[in-house]
């Protein structure tokens, strides 16, 4: 690869880190997994002067329930959360999304919190953040703040991180004791962004939806939360006819493109169909 | 599958057909092969290539001021710089002409503009930034249709009496006998389907190193080529360097598959800035060079008509093709046929009379038209032909297997006169059709089809038929040339004193097996182990000429070459062993490696005897030694077929569908070491399913090009390439000396259709007839939607 000239910085701590970015400012990129930055570098379409490369900073690739959330460290790469038995466990979304994104060379690399900063309306990891009301935890010399996943990201390729401020965890709610979710994909091959992918996730409390998430991939300008859909589950009893009105309200909520993966009325059928098997495929196979 | 054998056995004598395993693998596998970009030589530059971001502008002006001004940089040359030297336009493979660096206008995205010469690569990338081009966008052109419509811009404005953007009319076949068939017709059923533009994309892009000799005046010039003989001469030609002065290098090469067969820009601007600045200058292209200006394949709108009696027999074809030729014609074919050799699109059928009407249009896209794994556009051919015979069947109610079958050229009509004249060797496919048949279980599988039609399943079922025939091996000299150059191939051989040998040969392998399966050749032919041969190719000094490799056609002549010349030096071998076990050469018989004499078979004298007394004690008047050489002109092409099916599983809410089943039948005459053969094929499938399911070149409505990486051009990986079983059937060409016939491309030219087939296949009962490639589940989608129901 031939990129334009950059100075890399490697910190070893995350006060280093975070001096360097309140020095540089927009002319510094955070450089974690490198799936998504280092093409873009490649093929000169970014061009950043400063890179932080923040692997070597300790304490940053930790999963782990606490406080009534989990912990997704900055370093936790894609392959760590396919394996983590406690993700496996208690967050089958995930779980499911894991497996999906790209290939195993790919994900050994990328990060799950780089794929949120990255913030591309076709990554897979926004659309389940959606589904499970997760947030990310943004620190910076002046402090740290929370913020709410829906309120991250801001559209394509833009999160409302400052460019001071590093990602330094995500966190997300924990399920509860009755749960189930999954994650569908529609790729044309192994590898592929989604053309359509769908997050689910239920709560339920003796058979009745206590809190329900549907997060859309590929089918606008950011990852979409399906929220009229999601509203009308909670509260009721999981049915056909649950399912296909909620499904029909998810499609409702995409605004897909039509592009050379397929027409805009097909992806977002494909919305309604996955919506439902999701649901489907959810209500089969609870945690509880 | 086969099994890997090293050596004869009491079971398996001799060499032929045996899966010996690849000599070549040993290098390749420790990663001591020897590619372009492992060539270093001492003082080398670095070349980048500037690109166009229009499809077709007006260049107003070129400032490389800033770029020359850059430390490092060692010249920026541009088309002005290079029409000072006549360089700045070329030949193409097809006898027209193409820009080396663009001087008057831009012709498509990604067309090279300027290139900057460095002392390293990234010095050379920062250059590219600083050239400053003030380009004057015009309308782009970006159909064949349009392209052909009045008042479309005009292309190619730079070539005198070029008027509009077609490129040429050619037709095949009797039009008048084909308006008769259809006349007499009971149906008459067409398809209009468009194969789009793919790409070959081999693993390593292009490249080379060129290093003029500033004192001597010689041009060494490593190059990614798979005919390096031919690119020699269109050197001498286009650059007017002395032809002995040029020495192309084909080193190791990472995959061809007909992209490697033309003449680069940035061969020639590197070749051009070696000479000037008298340094070595290495170019090597990255991947959105390769897929956004070179060679493409296919890119033909298609329609056929297909006229039958009552009772299913096929009586004529009538075919008319548009071909998107890019901005330049620059197919790498016979330059007798102005479409290839698309006009073999009457297929494995007997097919009384057809007519074929084909026309070529500029367009603002790269040029190209290879033949990516394709005997010259003879995959457009047989995917028309295999994907209207099942259009047919369901017409008419008929099975597409049963549709085959009665309409095939029987065994006793071979050799076997087309109707738009190609004289097929020698076949026999009914048996590929029934073992098929057979291997896929085909009529419990149309039982589960029909169960889950009337169940109204989600998940429908299908069966795709593809009996497929080729033409391959160019060619015979009559009919084949290049550029004039006939299609002829040869093979040099030379025995050493300790019985070991070197075989040299024309053509040049990219992963094809040659040095073993050659090697395999002389040691049926002499009894050499092919461990003791070594295979040579791709350095024109030191190997014979010939055209290359690529359209199957290495076996089918520098093959028979190779067998040719060893019978002429086991008639040598044969003298020589008469002298020494003083008798007639008629009272020798040779058997396996050796002569012995008639009735007295312990009087023996093996062929690595023979060969050390060719050089110690050679009878007086005969020359020493134990070499030759043969130059072979094939009477015809060779005519493998094949039956590919595939089942295929459609989900039929979205649209998504698996192959869960292929079967493949392949008959290529003789196979000289099944196990690479088999990798042909498994490879062929791989890439016809590619084709089939994902990939296309493809355009918006400004000519942007949005395919140009490996994100957006798809590749299949293992996860989703279904399991192949593969099966064979042998009908020997009659012609070539060993049976053998190509097999390099069978399954690329064949599956496709058969992958198409079965996903139409799967949802023809809700209306759908066609579905063009790439089939993604949004087209399925759309087909299921759109239908009549
Ligand atoms: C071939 C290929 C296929 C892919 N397919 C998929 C897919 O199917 N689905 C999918 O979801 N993704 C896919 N990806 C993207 C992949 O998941 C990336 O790894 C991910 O999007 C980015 O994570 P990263 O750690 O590599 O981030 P990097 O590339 O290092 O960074 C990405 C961006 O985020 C910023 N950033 C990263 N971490 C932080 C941080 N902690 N704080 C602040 N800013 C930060 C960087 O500055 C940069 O702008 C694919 C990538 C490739 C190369």
Redesign the interface.
């Known amino acids: 690869m031939?990129p334009?000239?950059f100075t890399y910085h490697a910190p070893a701590t995350l006060g280093e880190a975070l001096a360097l970015l309140a020095e540089h400012g927009d002319d510094a990129k955070v450089l974690a997994g490198g799936q998504s930055l280092i093409p873009l570098m490649k093929?000169?379409f970014a061009a950043p002067p400063i890179i932080v490369d923040i692997n070597r900073i300790p304490g940053l690739d930790t999963i782990a329930e606490e406080g009534g959330s989990l912990r997704v460290g900055a370093l936790v790469r894609n392959r760590a959360i396919e394996r983590s038995d406690v993700i496996t466990s208690r967050y089958p979304t995930m779980a499911a999304a894991a497996p999906m994104i790209s290939?195993p060379v790919v994900r050994n690399q990328g990060t799950f919190v780089g794929s949120l900063c990255h913030a591309d309306p076709q990554g897979d990891w926004g659309s389940v953040m959606l589904a499970l009301d997760g947030s990310v935890v943004a620190r910076s010399v002046a402090g740290e703040r929370v913020i709410p996943i829906g309120e991250f990201l801001d559209g394509p390729f833009t999160s409302t991180l400052r460019a001071d401020e590093l990602a330094v965890e995500a966190r997300v709610p924990d399920p509860g004791s009755e749960f189930a979710g999954t994650y569908l994909k529609?790729e044309?091959?192994?590898?592929?962004?989604a053309?359509v992918g769908v997050a689910v996730f239920l709560a339920t409390s003796g058979g009745t939806v206590t809190k329900a998430g549907i997060g859309l991939t590929g089918v606008g300008a950011t990852n979409i939360k399906a929220t009229a859909a999601e509203q009308a589950l909670v509260g009721g009893t999981v049915s056909d006819a649950l399912i296909e009105e909620a499904a029909r309200l998810a499609a409702e909520a995409a605004d897909p493109r039509t592009d050379?993966?397929?027409?805009a009325?097909?992806?977002r059928?494909?919305v309604r169909?996955?919506v439902a098997r999701g649901l489907r495929a959810a209500a089969a196979t609870p945690v509880a | 599958m086969t099994t890997v054998e090293t050596a004869p056995s009491a079971e398996h004598p001799g060499w032929m057909g045996k899966s010996v395993p690849r000599i070549e693998d040993a290098r390749f596998i420790a990663g001591r092969g020897n590619y372009v970009e492992d060539v270093v030589l001492p003082n080398m530059l670095h070349m980048a290539i500037l690109r166009s971001p229009y499809a077709h502008a007006r260049i107003v002006s070129i400032d490389s001021s800033a770029a020359m001004a850059l430390p490092g940089v060692v010249a920026v040359v541009t088309g002005a710089l290079l029409a000072e030297h006549k360089l700045a336009w070329m030949p193409t493979l097809s006898g027209d002409t193409q820009a080396v660096l663009a001087t008057d206008k831009v012709r498509f995205q990604g067309q090279e503009v300027a290139c900057v010469v460095a002392e390293d690569r990234y010095v050379a990338h920062d250059a590219l930034e600083l050239i400053v081009v003030d380009y004057e966008p015009l309308p782009a052109v970006v159909t064949p249709q349009a392209a052909l419509e009045d008042g479309a811009p005009l292309i190619r404005d730079d070539k005198d009496g070029q008027v509009d953007n077609r490129v040429y009319h050619w037709e095949a076949g009797d039009a008048a006998a084909t308006e008769a068939a259809f006349a007499g017709a009971d149906r008459v059923v067409s398809l209009t389907t468009f194969y789009p533009r793919s790409h070959p994309a081999p693993l390593e892009c292009c490249g080379c190193v060129a290093d003029v000799n500033p004192a001597s005046g010689k041009a060494t010039i490593w190059m990614t080529s798979q005919a390096p003989h031919a690119i020699r001469t269109v050197f001498a030609l286009v650059a007017g360097l002395p032809e002995q002065n040029i020495q192309i290098i084909s080193p190791d090469i990472g995959g061809g598959f007909g992209n490697k067969v033309p003449v680069y820009p940035g061969y020639v601007v590197a070749t051009a800035a070696s000479l000037l600045i008298g340094r070595p200058v290495k170019w090597i292209e990255d991947r959105t060079g390769n897929l956004i200006s070179t060679g493409f394949a296919r890119d033909f709108h298609m329609t056929g008509e297909l006229a039958l009696d009552g009772a299913g027999k096929m009586l004529g074809l009538r075919v008319k093709m548009l071909s998107d030729q890019g901005y330049a014609y620059a197919d790498a074919q016979p330059s007798k046929f102005r479409a290839g050799l698309f006009h073999m699109v009457t297929g494995s059928y007997d097919l009384p009379a057809a007519h074929v009407v084909t026309d070529g249009a500029y367009t603002n896209k790269a040029p190209g038209g290879v033949a990516y794994r394709c005997s010259f556009r003879i995959t457009e051919a047989s995917y028309l032909i295999e994907r209207l015979v099942d259009v047919a069947a369901v017409e008419i109610g008929m099975d597409p297997a049963e549709l085959r079958r009665m309409n095939f050229v029987q065994p006793d009509q071979f050799p076997y006169r087309s109707a738009t004249g190609f004289v097929y060797d020698s076949g026999d496919y009914a048996p590929a059709l029934d073992l098929a048949l057979e291997q896929v279980g085909y009529a419990e599988v149309r039982a589960e089809q029909q169960a889950r039609r009337a169940a109204g399943a989600t998940k429908q079922l299908g069966i795709g038929i593809a009996s497929m025939t080729e033409a391959l091996g160019a060619g015979p000299s009559r009919d084949y040339d290049i550029l004039g150059i006939k299609m002829f191939d040869s093979a040099e051989l030379r025995v050493h004193p300790t019985g070991k040998a070197i075989l040299k040969l024309g053509v040049r392998h990219q992963g094809q097996g040659h040095e073993t399966t050659f090697a395999q050749i002389v040691a049926h032919e002499l009894g050499i182990p092919p461990q003791d041969i070594v295979v040579q190719e791709g350095d024109t000094d030191n190997t014979p000429y010939g055209l290359g490799t690529y359209a199957s056609r290495s076996t089918p002549t520098a093959g028979a070459a190779a067998a040719l010349v060893a019978r002429t030096l086991r008639e040598k071998a044969r003298k020589i062993a008469a002298y020494l076990l003083e008798v007639a050469e008629e009272d020798l018989e040779w058997e396996a490696d050796r002569f012995s004499v008639k009735g007295a078979p312990e009087k023996v004298k093996t062929i690595q005897e023979i060969a050390f007394a060719a050089y110690t004690n050679h009878p007086q008047g005969m020359d020493a030694g134990l070499e030759g050489v043969k130059y072979y002109d094939p009477p015809n092409l060779t005519f493998p077929f094949a039956t590919y099916i595939v089942v295929a599983e459609v989900d039929v809410a979205t649209g998504e569908w698996t192959p869960v089943k292929v079967v493949a039948v392949d008959d290529c005459g003789v196979r000289i070491n099944p196990m690479i053969v088999e990798g042909q094929i498994m490879g062929g499938l791989t890439e016809g399913y590619a084709m089939a399911a994902m990939q296309q070149i493809a355009f918006d409505e400004d000519g942007n090009c949005i395919g140009s990486n490996f994100m957006d051009y798809l590749i299949p990986t293992a996860m989703e390439t279904p399991h192949f079983d593969l099966f064979d059937t042998c009908t020997p060409s009659p012609h070539h000396p060993l049976g053998c016939k190509g097999v390099g491309e069978s399954a690329t030219v064949g599956s496709p259709a058969a992958f198409v087939n079965a996903v139409v296949d799967a949802v023809s009962h809700l209306g759908v007839r066609n579905i063009d490639m790439p089939v993604l589940s949004s087209r399925v989608w759309e087909a299921i939607h759109a239908a009549p129901g």
């Open positions: 031939f334009s000239q093929l000169r290939d529609l044309r091959k192994v590898g592929d962004f053309t050379i993966r397929g027409s009325d097909y992806k059928d494909v169909v996955y």
